[in-house]
């Protein structure tokens, strides 16, 4: 099988979203080392990412100033939809 392969992205997103925060992949005995060692992520350079030396990276947005937005979505069209939004979720009560 291959290491990118669905199956394994699938195992890292699956147990990454899980609502009781002490049960996520990461969270549970071994910490943030269970990740790095998936091999999901075999080949790739901790050490550099830590140390902020990373030589590639795999997407290079291009900015005009610290606060360009410019490379995300818009996914409110106006002001009027953002209110909607806001009225939408007053009530709202998440079910756990």
Known sequence: MDHRSDAHINFLTGKTVVIVATKRLGRTKGGAKVVMKHKWFSGFDWVALL????????????????????????????????ELNQKNFVNWTPVL
């Open 51 to 82: 140390g902020k030396k990373m030589k590639e990276v795999p997407i290079l947005p291009k900015i005009s100033n610290d606060e360009d937005s410019s490379n995300f979505d818009s996914h409110l069209e106006n002001e009027e939809e953002e």
